[in-house]
């Protein structure tokens, strides 16, 4: 396939593996599994709909509980990177989606416990710093090591654009 096509097929891949899609894949898998984990810590949880259920707490959980905008700024910063072969990109998201998800479970697993045992306030606080670092920096982390792994040169968007460039000078010429 030449990169014209390539390249469109990069930029549409977003729109098809939309936001809502991703939604529909992660956010019950990060629900269930963060119910069926803390399950085995506390038998008396309990899941109704999207509510974790404890003995102290009623936790509803949302997209943002399931990072399901990182996993869009993974599938967007794998796409749209110039140079990388189809099952490599391939790869780098699976891989990436992987850390994120037990990371994730992690953070849930850390909060609820938290909850439990040190309250609202606590949480509260806790939840926050978690939600800057994580939303930021471990996406850029992940994103990073994976791209140092695979020796990938190119700087989303910006490659493609001046890639682009030089062709518009080149047939300018």
């Not at 910063?77 to 994120?100: H, M, N, P």
């Amino acid at each position: 396939m030449d990169y014209y096509s390539t390249l469109i097929l990069r930029i549409l891949t977003p729109f098809i593996l939309s936001y809502n899609i991703l939604n529909k894949f992660f956010f019950p898998l990060t629900l269930n599994f963060s119910y069926y984990i803390y399950r085995l810590i506390d038998s008396q949880v309990f899941l109704i709909d999207t509510y974790l259920i404890t003995f102290n707490n009623s936790i509803l959980f949302t997209p943002a509980c399931a990072a399901i905008s990182a996993y869009f700024l993974l599938l967007l910063l794998t796409v749209l990177t110039k140079d990388i072969k189809f099952l490599i990109r391939i790869k780098i998201f699976l891989l990436a989606s992987l850390a994120l998800f037990i990371i994730n479970l992690l953070r849930i697993l850390i909060l609820i416990g938290i909850l439990e045992k040190y309250g609202l306030n606590t949480f509260q606080q806790t939840h926050n710093i978690f939600w800057i670092l994580f939303g930021s920096i471990l996406v850029a982390l992940i994103w990073i090591l994976l791209t140092k792994y695979y020796k990938i040169k190119s700087t989303p968007i910006y490659s493609d654009l001046k890639y682009l460039l030089k062709q518009i000078n080149a047939f300018k010429h």
